[in-house]
């Protein structure tokens, strides 16, 4: 596999972006990226159903995470761009294709935002009960919608900082966990296999859900491709993101959840209530060792405001200069384009005051609506890699810099397990909405898309 060291000039679509990242910035945000708050949140739903199967439904979507990721760092080093997926699924399939899949992870990441901030807003008033929840995430929406109003610098900064503070926690968490495994922890009995017995709790159906839960925990992980449009070398960038993303993966979520069922009941009530983290912390009774989890926890949803704010602002501003998009939102000034981060925060922001005015229709409907944006976006990635990649060998073969495992086995492989996890959803009562509500979204979007497309070619 060849290395590349030669920077490459920005596209003509990002020419107007600053690139004030460097490659530290990438390095650790794609260390810590795959450390996002769906690990540290979302998990404990998926061991309840699960149990201690919950780290065969890890390393399942782990793999297919991991042929995703190498599919799209095979097109995001052949062709850097702030709009990534979904520029390349423009130039494979064709600008609807671009069109459905950019604001369908627009809207995604913008709601996340929103509730990425909720959830920082109900530790803070956890330690400070009495305040406002709804002030605590205009704060941190203010805070973040400012840096990245300011410079790419900043987003780079906080990531930075932000990703090393997780990566340092998460590997302490599995030296304690290792060592209290092992029996040399102080003061701490080994388990020994007592936790693991009852492999599969809830049958197959309880292996299901935990996988579903998996998939979407791994969601975050688009973003150094998009930040790598924006530094002095992006396919450096990129291909150092995704040839160490499989060790990552392992260590992290698949290493984590091994440790917390060995250590911890698996139906214990603490590791819903309290997170799986902080549940197997208090386990090994490590004196605050719970409370500083939560920290972690708070820095982890705000990693992932800052990093969505980012994601979500360079995706919108991509299809507006590919013409997809109010003209307005395409604004650049300072290297940044600014009226996109203001509008996605603003989107954001709407969506937290939806959780508080409309709880029971249209917040739910919006959440049932994104729930399965990302296996859309899988799929964007995997027929556009398909398509991409003859053309690459066929015409520019040198900007196969990194290269798909086993292509097109492999792809094929993954488009199935895409399928399978569809199946499985709609065999799912609460996942079988979300389903069917995102590909409604889709189908719109695609619609939209490809009515611009007709207007477009005529004029």
Known sequence: MPRTTTQTPPTAEDASLSHGLKQRHLSMIALGGVIGAGLFVGSGAGIAAAGPSIVIAYALSGVLVMLVMRMLGEMSAAYPSSGSFSAHAERAIGPWAGFAAGWSFWVLLCTAVGLEGIGAAKIVTGW??????????????????????????????????????????????LVLGVLAIAGVLPDTDAPGTSHLSDFLPNGGEGLVIGLLASVFAYGGLETVTIAAAESQDPVRGVASAVRTAMWRIALFYVGSMAVIVTLVPWDAKAVVEKGPYVATLDELGIPGAGQLMNVVVLVALLSAMNANIYGSSRIAYSLVERGQGPRMLGRVSGGVPRVAVLASCVFGFVCVLLSHWRPDDVFPWLLNMIGAVILVVWIFIAVSQLRLRSRLERETPEKLAVRMWAFPVLTWVALAGMATIFVLMAREPDTRVQLYSTGGMTAFLAAVGYAWQKTRAKS
Do not use: D, H, R, Y
């Not at 406002?132 to 919608?145: H, N, T, Y």
């Not at 906080?158 to 926690?169: N, P, S, T, Y």
């Open 128 to 173: 400070l009960p009495g305040t406002p929840e709804w002030a605590w995430v205009a704060l941190f929406m203010l805070l973040f919608c400012g840096a990245n109003l300011a410079a790419v610098k900043n987003f780079g900064e906080f990531e930075f900082w932000f990703a090393a503070l997780k990566v340092g926690a998460i590997t302490l968490f």
